[in-house]
């Protein structure tokens, strides 16, 4: 199993601003990856975080709007960048346990913001 | 891409009634994954199906994954009002680790 601590917890931002949202694992794993559940809706995965090199984005999500960083196996981070009221989500942080490629994921507590 | 479609969206049943969600792909997967999401909370994951065919119980709940591994469901008999909760299926496709969820079924039981 794996242990995901994610923070802020939640946050209320101003439109234009930017927020980094942060993942700390308890052990080293080779797959992140970040989703975002708008309201009442499921999760859509923005993008795999690689570690030693750039993201890869899903389709409609691009690397200016939500930079992602991978320093190494346990951390990564994630930033919503010049947000809209569009942008109010709670963004999860996932982890497949372990150096597995497939398997169950772990998630974080997530991180609900909310753009005024 | 790949799609993955789960119904319904909603259901209310009355405590002790039968549940069932449905999930298809637009693809063939190599695992489908059910997650168990409650009011507030992260989803948890319940269970994971790679075999053609395969149905696992877990007590009051039963996973079918379908023989061309296109489509699966999740049948909870005998409902409690702990089960309330949004349940997603999620296919998992090659080797990429990715997975890609359904739009959930939220259950009511009402007691």
């Known amino acids: 199993s794996a242990v995901i601590s994610q923070k802020p917890s939640r946050d209320i931002c101003q439109r234009g601003t930017s927020l980094t949202i942060q993942c700390q694992v308890d052990?080293?794993?080779?797959?992140m990856f970040w989703y975002r559940q708008q309201p009442g809706q499921s999760l859509t995965l923005i993008a795999t975080a690689n570690q030693g090199s750039e993201a890869t984005y899903e389709s409609g999500f691009v690397i200016d709007k939500f930079p992602i960083s991978r320093p190494n196996l346990t951390f990564s981070t994630l930033t919503v960048s010049n947000m809209s009221p569009e942008d109010s989500s709670i963004y999860l942080c996932?982890?497949?346990?372990?150096?597995?490629?497939?398997?169950?994921?772990?998630f974080g507590e997530g991180s609900r913001l909310t753009v005024l | 891409g790949q799609q993955v479609m789960q119904i319904p969206q909603y259901q209310h049943v009355q405590e002790g009634e039968d549940f069932t969600t449905y999930c298809n792909s637009s693809?063939?997967?190599?695992?489908i994954q059910w997650y168990k999401q409650r009011p507030g909370g992260h989803p948890v994951f319940l269970i994971q199906l790679v075999k053609s065919g395969e149905v696992k119980k877990q007590k009051r709940l039963t996973f079918q994954f379908g023989e061309a591994k296109k489509n699966s469901s999740l049948h909870i008999t005998a409902t409690q009002t702990t089960d309330v909760g949004t349940y997603f299926c999620?296919?998992?496709?090659?080797?990429?680790?990715?997975?890609?969820f359904g739009q959930g079924t939220t259950l009511q039981v009402k007691p």
């Open positions: 693809t063939t997967l190599s695992n």
């Open positions: 996932s982890v497949v346990s372990g150096q597995k490629n497939t398997g169950e994921l772990f």
């Open positions: 052990s080293q794993v080779t797959m």
């Open positions: 999620a296919g998992q496709s090659g080797n990429t680790g990715k997975l890609i």
